[in-house]
């Protein structure tokens, strides 16, 4: 057995189109790290208004109606916000959070008060702020943050109040500036901006969607608590740690072609070329060769997988670089509102598992095929198709709720739910899916079994 | 000493019967030529033996194994062609040889060599089998089917694609085969490609045995084929019986023994026609089985 299986690789090792498929890999993978490393310049800002348009929207206004003059000044103050983020890049959230309201007002009381005087004291505080941003003196601020902290009475403090006095005391032991390109700071903010929400909706009954809004705050309150507290720069996926996470959907349909182009063609090309009358007169029962060629696909499946992802770490490692491997994946789960802390490869090596059920049941149904119809193309055309219907039959299956499809194996083999720490979509344990899907494949190896031994080598 | 034995086999595919009631027999130091017209069931009836296909009915025994019972240690000592010699393209002819010798135990790597020497292939047997001519193809088809020392040599047409010089190489090799105790079967739709070193032949044709006969039998028939050149063969027309043949106006062709050519001689000698001449040829081994076959054409 182990002769047969040892000729089965060194016929497939020996074949064009295994080694064309891993060079297209190869270019698949180095595209999809390149793409993962300029996800930035992909990403489309939210469609900003222009100065100009706020200028033009300005010089249409009458200002002797009231509302108008309140747009007016608005319009005025953005234009002004605009022209300094474009002066300070790296102030955007200190012009926003401290110039900004500094701006309003001074323009409210030059246009609508009319009262100049007040509106100059406003611009010296102004250019003070801008003068500590272009000087970087981050610092001002964060101290300037703590003392507004300090100084809220005792009757109006809160958990939050702590907690925002604990994020700025962090800022300053850790000398984090405002900058974000620093995954402290962002860390730090988001904390900040979502406090409050977080907050509210934690100490009332939720509806619903507020209680998904609830899971999502407490799954960031607690990333960024890790973040923080390991100055580990978790929500990075620019990285290669972020390709690897993401192996089974970025490279899941290639893990599908290799296993089909085998199981496909590993029994019908022997037809095809007439080499299996030299295989059948072998001394070996039918079974026997038929088991072979079933292991030997069994076998190169994870071998295949691994090679893959052996090339995914080199040639994404050559372009994103290898430092973020050390930086783990939290999964959050939702049912114990905990954080799962998981080593990249452990992770990876998880998620391909959780997967395998889909491509061990297309590969057998692959195998089936090609060994009844003796046709590659035939075998490996059907699987396919059979794939894409069961995408859209599960979803289906979802979107209606569905019963008469409970026992469709689509519905089972994708077992990564386990590992995301979310429910089963459609409410099947584990251990009932794993049935159905033991009964698909002995059933299907049956029938392949049953059928290869009967059947007559026709003329070629 | 039996080494292989089809008994009454008959194969049926869907409700079209393709053999009836097959029956021979190959011994030890035998080469069984085995001969049909195309469409005659020679291929399905090497497909039976190597259990490429299901009997319908019958037995087929080598070594003494029942190959439905048995079917390992019947296959065990049998090298084999059908049809083509197919072999992995995208491999070497050496590799080829290297994976069939794997299937085998007790083989030694050793025996490669000797099998491709046998063959005459040494000179090309590390290209790959893509680049080969059909007869190069053949050649390696043959060393395949000697590999792992069988004792019942089955070839379907293995002189399909090979040179005058290859046919002769081929012959050679089968007869110090047989030498050495190996009963070997040879498919053909042509006789006289093998008669000069078969020591049986089976005619088949329609999926039945027309005739099974030694090489020595047949030599035993003292028929030959005479030509006659008369003036005009209208005279003569009431003595010729249906087997005879015209051959033009003035030439017919009959098939008799020596006794009987004499006594149509004297018929013919009382009749008006003028004898010019009456020239005697040996029948070819085709021609005595389709004398014994009962005129039936078998090509
Ligand atoms: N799969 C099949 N289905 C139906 N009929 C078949 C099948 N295979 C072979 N036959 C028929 O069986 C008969 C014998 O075919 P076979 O291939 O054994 O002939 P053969 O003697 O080898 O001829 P050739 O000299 O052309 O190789 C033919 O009439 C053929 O049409
Ligand atoms: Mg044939």
Not at chain 1, 2 to 19: A, G, P, Q, V
């Amino acid at each position: 057995m182990t002769n047969l299986i040892k000729s089965e690789m060194k016929k497939i090792f020996h074949k064009k189109s295994f080694y064309i498929v891993t060079i297209i890999f190869v270019l698949y993978a180095i595209l999809t790290n390149v793409i993962y490393k300029s996800i930035d310049d992909f990403s489309i800002n939210d469609p900003e208004v222009t100065i100009e348009e706020l200028e033009k929207e300005n010089s249409r206004l009458d200002l002797n109606v009231k509302e108008n003059l309140d747009k007016y000044v608005t319009n005025l103050s953005n234009i002004e916000i605009k022209k300094m983020e474009d002066t300070y890049k790296n102030g955007e959230y200190l012009i926003n959070k401290y110039v900004f309201p500094l701006v309003y007002q001074a323009n409210l009381l030059e246009y609508m008060e009319k009262d100049l005087e007040e509106s100059n004291i406003v611009r010296t505080k102004i250019d003070e702020y801008l003068n500590k941003i272009k000087d970087n003196d981050w610092k001002y601020f964060a101290s300037m943050r703590m003392s507004e902290l300090k100084n809220i009475s005792n009757e109006d403090k809160d958990e939050k109040t702590d907690i925002y006095i604990k994020l700025t005391e962090y800022r300053i032991k850790n000398n984090i500036p405002y900058d974000e390109d620093n995954y402290l700071n962002n860390a730090l903010i988001d904390v900040e901006n979502n406090l409050s929400e977080y907050y509210n909706l934690k100490n009332k009954k939720t509806s619903k969607e507020e209680q998904e809004r609830l899971d999502y705050l407490k799954e960031e309150m607690l990333v960024n608590k890790y973040i923080l507290e390991h100055q580990k720069d978790i929500k990075n996926n620019e990285s290669l740690k972020g390709v690897l996470s993401n192996f089974a959907s970025e490279f899941g349909l290639f893990i599908l072609i290799y296993v089909i182009m085998l199981s496909g063609s590993i029994v019908s090309e022997e037809y095809n070329k007439g080499t299996i009358k030299n295989l059948l007169t072998k001394p070996f029962k039918r079974r026997t060769i038929l088991t072979s060629k079933l292991l030997t696909v069994l076998i190169l499946m994870p071998i295949i997988i691994l090679i893959m992802v052996l090339i995914e770490i080199i040639v994404g490692g050559l372009i994103l670089g290898f430092d973020s491997l050390n930086i783990p994946i939290l999964i959050y789960n939702s049912s114990t509102s905990l954080l799962e802390v998981y080593n990249v490869f452990k992770y990876l090596i998880l998620s391909l598992i959780s997967n395998i059920p889909i491509y061990l049941v297309l590969g057998i149904i692959c195998f089936m095929l090609s060994t009844i119809t003796a046709s590659t193309s035939a075998a490996i055309t059907i699987t396919f198709l059979f794939y894409l219907m069961s995408n859209v039959i599960s979803n289906l299956a979802l979107v209606y709720n569905l019963k008469i499809f409970k026992y469709f194996v689509a519905l089972h083999w994708d077992f990564s739910y386990l590992l995301e720490s979310t429910p089963n979509p459609y409410h099947f344990t584990p251990s009932f899916s794993l049935i159905i899907i033991g009964i698909y494949l002995i059933v299907i190896l049956a029938l392949t079994y049953i059928f290869f031994d009967k059947k007559d080598v026709k003329n070629i | 000493m039996s080494i292989l034995k089809v008994e009454n086999l008959s194969k049926k595919i869907g409700k079209k019967e393709i053999l009836r009631d097959v029956n021979f027999e190959v011994n030890a130091g035998d080469i069984l030529a085995f001969i049909g017209p195309n469409g005659a069931g020679k291929t399905t009836t090497i497909k039976c033996i190597l259990g490429l296909q299901k009997l319908t009915s019958g037995k087929i025994t080598i070594n003494g194994y029942d190959i439905k019972k048995d079917f390992v240690k019947a296959i065990l000592k049998v090298g084999s062609i059908v049809e083509a010699p197919e072999a992995y393209m995208y491999l070497s002819g050496y590799d080829n040889l290297l994976l069939d010798k794997n299937y085998y135990k007790n083989i030694k790597e050793e025996e490669i060599m000797r099998v491709v020497k046998l063959v005459g292939l040494e000179n090309r047997i590390y290209d790959k089998v893509s680049k080969y001519s059909l007869g190069m193809r053949q050649r390696l088809g043959i060393a395949r089917s000697l590999l792992n020392n069988p004792n019942l040599l089955i070839l379907d047409e293995p002189t399909n694609g090979l040179d005058p010089e290859g046919i002769k190489d081929l012959r050679e090799l089968m007869i110090k085969l047989a030498h050495d105790g190996i009963g070997i079967v040879i498919s053909s739709h042509n006789l006289s490609e093998l008669e000069n070193f078969c020591n049986k032949v089976c005619i088949i044709s329609q999926g039945r045995v027309l005739s099974l006969k030694s090489i020595d039998d047949l030599k035993k028939i003292d028929q030959a084929k005479y030509l006659v050149r008369v003036d005009d063969v209208k005279k003569i027309k009431k003595y010729l019986t249906k087997e005879d043949k015209i051959v033009n106006d003035t030439l017919i062709e009959v098939i008799k023994d020596e006794q009987e050519i004499a006594s149509f001689i004297k018929e013919l000698a009382v009749t008006d026609a003028l004898i010019y001449e009456v020239k005697r040829e040996d029948l070819t081994l085709e021609e005595a089985f389709i004398n014994i076959a009962g005129g039936k054409k078998i090509d």
